[in-house]
């Protein structure tokens, strides 16, 4: 019967959906020791999660492309994929959700589970030494979707034994890439990696300031490098938000709400980051604006456009 989600979600644009069984992810929990992520370590347990018991619950994964991005100008600041196109993956996993719930399941929305070791036990991909599931056709440029939903697991869902993915060959483009050494043959460092850092400024060690480059939001360069990327086409960003991803823009602008449409933009981090972009790339012609932003009352906005005025001088 639970078939008919991977229907649904077929229809809704996903590019495939498998269920498994609610085994709780152990695999997943075993690889946070030591890191920040292990005070999540509660929710590995969709029985926790629910409340429900494991044998009445089907986990199901689906995966939609989250397309790669064209390089973005050398005068702009530089935003991953993955956050141009969260605001239609969170309306697809809603549709689904709606979905499930309309033909009569018992569903968790907007569950908090480890997606990525639930697409991995779902065959929908590997583990790749950066942290991400590389999938067969889209590679690591995919979003994740789960639903956590009350019905016995079908005969075909795969369990905790395929929680053990055979993991992408470790080639080692990505240690190599890595602006911060966040990656090494065990795997992704979480607490160096700069994504990391983007949601803690104020944890960015003033080491990592030229590490950031020009990035604003993510940073793609292990995906890029990534063999399994290789053949994907690369999107280019909708002109308007190009136009207002400019460094300058981004330095004076007082309206980050009217990209809302394709990105949620926090001012003073952006601020923040343009600052560093702006001495990463020598723009002493944003000097003046740098120098404006350095006298700023936001602590860290301020230290890091004062090393950007150093810099630029
Ligand atoms: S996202 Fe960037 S900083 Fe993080 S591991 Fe990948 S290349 Fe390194
Ligand atoms: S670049 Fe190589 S080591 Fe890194 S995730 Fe891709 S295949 Fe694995």
Request: charged share 20%.
């Amino acid at each position: 019967m639970s078939s008919n989600l991977r229907d649904v979600a077929l229809k809704l644009g996903f590019v495939d959906a498998q269920p498994t069984t609610g085994h709780p992810f152990n695999v997943w929990l075993s690889r946070l020791k030591g890191t920040h992520w292990e005070r999540l370590s509660h929710i590995h347990d969709p029985a926790e999660v629910s409340g429900w018991q494991t044998c009445e619950i089907t986990i199901w994964t689906a995966i939609a492309p989250a397309p790669p991005l064209a390089d973005w100008p050398e005068d702009c600041g530089e935003i991953g994929a993955y956050y141009l196109s969260t605001k239609a993956n969170k309306n697809r996993r809603i549709a689904w959700e709606d979905e499930a719930i309309s033909m009569g399941y018992e569903i968790i929305c907007d569950v908090f589970l480890p997606e990525r070791a639930a697409a991995i036990r779902a065959g929908l991909g590997v583990h790749g030494l950066n942290g991400l599931m590389i999938a067969p056709e889209h590679g690591s440029f995919v979003d994740i979707s789960v639903l956590l939903v009350r019905t016995p697991p079908p005969e075909d869902a795969k369990g905790p034994e395929h929680d053990m993915s055979q993991g992408c060959g470790n080639c080692g483009a990505c240690i190599e890439a890595c602006p911060s050494g966040a990656i090494s043959q065990n795997g992704l460092n979480v607490h160096t990696c700069l994504r990391h850092y983007m949601n803690k400024l104020d944890e960015l060690p003033e080491a990592n300031y030229k590490n950031m480059g020009r990035r604003i939001l993510g940073c793609d360069v292990c995906q890029h490098v990534c063999p399994y990327n290789a053949a994907l086409k690369r999107i280019q960003p909708a002109d308007e938000l190009v136009d207002f991803m400019k460094l300058e823009n981004l330095l004076t602008s007082t309206d980050f709400g009217s990209i809302s449409e394709h990105v949620q933009l926090d001012e003073t981090r952006a601020k923040s980051q343009a600052v560093l972009a702006a001495a990463n790339t020598g723009r002493k012609d944003l000097l003046p604006l740098v120098e404006r932003l350095a006298k700023s009352d936001d602590i860290v906005l301020s230290k890091m456009a004062q090393w950007a005025v150093g810099c630029l001088k």
